[in-house]
C-alpha cells in the first residue's frame, strides 16, 4: 500500500500494482524453487 495524497489535503491508502507485481513475481520464483526433502 502506498498513500495517496489528494489535492484537499486527504490521504488514501492504494495499492501499487507495480510493486504488487514485482512481490507476486518473487513469490512464484521462491514457491517453484522451493524442494520438498524426504527423509
Known sequence: LRPCYHANGTVNMQVD???KGQ???EMMKAILRFEIREK
Open 17 to 19: 500494482e507495480e510493486l
Open 23 to 25: 512481490i507476486h513475481t
